[in-house]
């Protein structure tokens, strides 16, 4: 395609080479050429953007991909978006596969909505539209001023499953906490297979977390009236550690969207080997792997962990063979596609469920 008739340009913010191999991969499908600008580091660590070709009444789609140093990234992607208003392109889009700070959707007590204030920000910096992969929680897209197509990995997820397990039909989907029960509800309800839930005091979810709403009321000193007494709360206690479900005999494979911190994967993968699951398998979109993790799984009970490419890993991948990666780079370019020509997307989240 001659990138100059084509109506659009495709740009990376990324000034790392690693972030760009998702970019060159979906121009690559697109049959278009990334386009010229250069994002760099000055000496003092300030972020710079040079756009070096005319993006004039042009739609245009900046692919960023998320590294570990999550704020630099952001302000690349806001300052190219405004280095691109300011230079009168038509629309901008944002590719964002993996949304940053999507963990901090809500108040914890004197915190703040993060997630929030970055929608903001992006609105202001020109974003017109935003195509991310599942969201942490998919109410975020409430947040933003303008239209987000959140987008599921699921189906290549589901494939890989099919494909590379050779046994797959004696597999089990297990949820870490029963936060993680609807998606994988939605898995084993698509490869028809059983589910099992693990509950217990090891898991710590995001919904035990305390923020504003269990706050206790203020103590005052007061010698007059006491005013409302509020009935006593129950602490929570989580039970013992146990799995619902039989995992024995089977292939446990446990679904989530993000996979972190391993530690709870971890904890998850011994009790089900106790439980006498003979492989383990973790699905997730979007594989940050900080700090130790590859690591702590190579050491653990983990067998394979499958992730997307929303996020880059190869140094994580040299660091421990378990880590598998599945390509989305497909759906992301029609995506593109779909958006420019004014096609409608619903094709791309067909036999998608709401819980996925």
Known sequence: MNVAKSGYRVFSANSSAACTELAKKITERLGVELGKSV??????????VDVKESVRGQTIFIIQTIPRDVNTAIMELLIMAYALKTSCAKNIIGVIPYFPYSKQCKMRKRGSIVCKLLASMLAKAGLTHIITMDLHQKEIQGFFSFPVDNLRASPFLIQYIQEEIPDYRNAII?????????????????????????????????????????SPPCVRNTTGHTGLELPIMMAKEKPPITVVGDVGGRIAIIVDDIIDDVGDFVAAAEILKERGAYKIYIMATHGLLSADAPRLIEESAIDVVVVTN?????????????????DVS??????????????????????????D
């Open 39 to 48: 994002v760099f580091q000055e000496s003092n660590r300030e972020t710079r």
């Open 174 to 214: 297990v949820a870490k906490s029963p936060a993680a029960a609807k998606r994988a509800q939605s898995y084993a309800e698509r490869l028809r297979l059983g589910l099992a839930v693990i509950h217990g005091e090891a898991q710590c979810a995001e919904s035990d977390m305390a923020d504003g709403r269990h």
């Open 310 to 326: 929303t996020v880059p890993h190869e140094v994580q991948k040299l660091q421990c063979p378990k880590i598998k990666t599945v």
């Open 330 to 355: 497909m759906i992301l370019a029609e995506a593109i596609r779909r958006i420019h020509n004014g096609e409608s997307m619903a094709y791309l989240f067909r036999n998608i469920t709401v819980d």
